[in-house]
């Protein structure tokens, strides 16, 4: 039932959004201009309040913060108080967490008209809002909501290239997800809402021999996406921009 709910109604609201006004930003180039550390990409005076969070690039990537052009231009035309956190994603999650939480508690201090905050992390950055969870405060303003973010890991079963990958570009980090099984296991500060996609159809994950997404976490809200949209695949992109929708309306 929820299935064929969300996709009439992401359906209804992708062509409302495609028949809108001009876009802000036109493409990844617009977002690769950013400075990294939190920025405004819009300021309203409603009480709602998006956080993003992008995930990581590997080196050969190049349309960086492509995934983020479309529901960016999507909050604009919504009106949404919208704020971006850059950061260095050869960096470790548990690491990117410690300046996040002290951006988002500037942002809670200085914004006390927004009474809804939905942080939103995408993929690695879905890792940072867990870590940052962990050890912010309790505050019933906040949802965290980790898109396209494994829950499950297993080093020793990723595909080898990846392993390769992360053991020449990237930092050993001490903390993975599995340092957060307390957390999954007796709940989390702030309330927490996963975004997940199917394994088969997610081009991050599919690959791989266990499934990242099959994991538990003690009162964490779970909206399980199908396999297409309105005829489009729901990947690790594109499951971004439809939980927004789903998010904002």
């Excluded at 990537?61 to 479309?70: A, G, R």
């Excluded at 300046?99 to 890792?127: A, C, Y």
Aim: hydrophobic share 35%; with cysteine.
């Amino acid at each position: 039932m929820f299935k064929r709910t969300l996709t009439t109604f992401l359906a209804f609201i992708c062509l409302l959004y495609f028949l809108s006004a001009d876009d802000k930003y036109s493409s990844f180039r617009d977002l690769k201009k950013i400075p990294d550390g939190m920025n405004i990409i819009h300021k309203s005076d409603g009480d709602t309040a998006i956080v993003a969070i992008h995930g990581f690039y590997p080196a050969y990537w190049i349309e960086i913060h492509h995934e983020w052009v479309q529901p960016f231009n999507y909050l604009v035309q919504q009106n949404i108080n919208t704020f971006f956190y850059k950061y260095d994603w050869n960096d470790c999650p548990s690491n990117v967490s410690n300046d996040f939480k002290e951006e988002l508690k500037f942002l809670l201090n200085t914004n006390p008209n927004i009474t809804n905050w939905q942080i939103v992390g995408h993929s690695m950055g879905g890792s940072v809002v867990m870590f940052t969870n962990q050890s912010l405060d309790f505050n019933n303003k906040i949802t965290f909501n980790t898109v396209a973010t494994p829950v499950n890991y297993v080093r020793e079963k990723t595909p080898f290239l990846i392993r390769a990958y992360e053991f020449l570009f990237r930092k050993n980090c001490k903390e993975t997800i599995n340092s957060l099984d307390y957390e999954f296991e007796n709940g989390f500060i702030n309330k927490h809402v996963q975004w997940r996609n199917l394994k088969e159809f997610d081009s991050q994950f599919k690959n791989y021999n266990f499934d990242p997404y099959d994991g538990y976490i003690k009162d964490s809200i779970v909206f399980q996406f199908p396999d297409s949209i309105n005829g489009e695949r729901v990947g690790h992109t594109s499951s971004l921009y439809f939980a927004i929708l789903e998010i904002i309306n």
